[in-house]
């Protein structure tokens, strides 16, 4: 079974060596590729990436970004690298991050088992004491599966930590853009709903970076948010202006109760951290109901 390691990258001068280092230490039994997608990159990611060329196998580096238009996200990325690698499974990891030892062999040999896997997540490698707490800290081994995103409640998986045959992708088809941040969940629902559930590989790991700066963590969070409401409108009831009104409320709700959890986390570092990503989830949350309810007009013309 060939392999091929996608890798999307948009200005990771900061951080691409730790993890293109770590793939230098992976090995594999069979022939493995390492496919990085350039998102436009404008700082020296690419040229950190042509330091490696004779030290990765089979390198190559593909343009997902086309000039003179809209940036697209990652999801794009991901959907370039797959239609560009010879795999015959795809491992997915990210230029902010780190592949755990024995990442590669783990996940391939699992995907000879399983077409479709997940590497668990780490929290605490690469990220500063402070920021995480220590219940990530016992947790972080087994990181890998949730079920608590609704309406589904279908199992799913970072997608920085995914590996699957192609044979999945040739029956799911590409990522879907319009879930945005969630693509992963949606990605992991639908694999699960055309039969096809997701296997967690415990002893695969993915050492994952935590945003640390404030606006960061904002706009992560509003994201999160936003997505969510977009896998909502997928996935569950029909949309209708009674819903739309229920999910203003609901969203109005968990921004005041964010709001009025503010004043304990002004003097901790950590917790100010970890509020303001709640806060900028719960206006993702309320944004997403413009779409809800721009979804109701739509339909009540047509």
Known sequence: MKL???LPCFNGAKT???QLEALTHQSWDSEWEVVVVNNGSTDTSMEIVERYRDRLPN?????AYQPNTPRRGVTHSYAVGWQTATGDAFLLCEADDEVGEGWLLTLGNALKAHP???AAIDYTKLNPDWLVSDG???QSAQAGLSTISPPLYL???SGCSLGLRRSVY???GNPDETCTASWDTDYCWRANLAGIPIQFVPNAIIHYRLRTELGDRYRQGKNW???????DQKYGSSITRLRVFKHYGRSMLKLFKQLLSLFPHLTRRKGFTQWIWGFGWCVGDLQGGRHLWANVFKGSKG
């Open 170 to 172: 040739e029956a799911i």
């Open 16 to 18: 691409i060596a730790i």
């Open 136 to 138: 990530w800290q016992q």
């Open 59 to 63: 390198l190559q580096i593909v343009n």
């Open 116 to 118: 479709f896997v997940a």
């Open 155 to 157: 199992p799913y998986a």
């Open 225 to 231: 948010g936003l997505a969510h409401v977009v896998l």
């Open 4 to 6: 091929s390691v996608i």
